[in-house]
């Protein structure tokens, strides 16, 4: 595995692949690596003669009073695990070589709307900050696919908006969410929780389980299934900034129309914000029937 940190460098590589025809798959990361990012650089490996993976704690991304400086750097750590998940390229610049005018100054990649609902409304600029190094990444690194987890719903959602509307050659795959044996949803940030509070941390998996079941029992009192959520989750000791069902491919409320739907939530304890969602019907369409993610990415087609 080479670790590549100049996008000069970075490009001559992937000119000469692209140059033999190779396939290219792709994983961006913030590092911290943990096994849901092993099950997409897995996925990557059997759909591509050629896998990057980047490791960049993108600052744009992160608030004011956010936990960039904070967030768990282990690039010693990550680079024997995609050493031996058999990674062609890491590629891991600094934030001078992604922003060498400045964050302030970049151009900036929007997906109105979908920016500022769920999580958007909670962490202004979030999501204009994943959406614009995504793009940028993606770029830089010019794959065929380029893998994400579900964990992020709604950044999986604005990066496929961004690639289809922006016209990117890129098929955008999501893959399930890898959990605990206890069902907490695997992420970098889990390391912030307390012992006592990692106890509590499953949850929230449980509260999205049970809204689950409700719908696919046929409940369709979904606010009353919404409050449920929030004060199962609040009794349970969270500060839960939502909990919601929402149509699966709009983000919006379900409607008449809505073939999929989706329950997320965040919620904060202790110092952690923790997200995480279920599709209703396992995302197999019409609440029961259809396609799952995946496929959904390949039938979007680009420009
Ligand atoms: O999900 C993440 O780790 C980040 O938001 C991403 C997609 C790598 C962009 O910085």
Redesign the pocket.
Known sequence: MDTIVRTADLRRVVRAWRNAGERIAFV???GNLHAGHGSLVAAARERADRVVV?I?V?PL?FGPNEDFAAYPRTPEQDRKILESLAVDVLFMPTVEEIYPRGQATTARVHVPELEDILCGAFRPGHFMG?AT??TKLLNLVQPDVAL??EK?YQ?LMI?RRAAEDLCMPVEIVGLPTTREPDGLAMSSRNRYLTPEQRALAPRIFAALERAREAIEGGRRDFEAIEAEGMSELQAAGFRPDYFVVRDAETLGSPTPDSKNLVVLTAARIGRARLIDNVRVGEGRGAWGLGLGLEEEARRTSSC
Do not use: L
Request: zero cysteines.
């Open positions: 961006p990361t913030m980047s960049f993108n991304q994943v190094v995504v994400f987890g992020d950044q990066i």
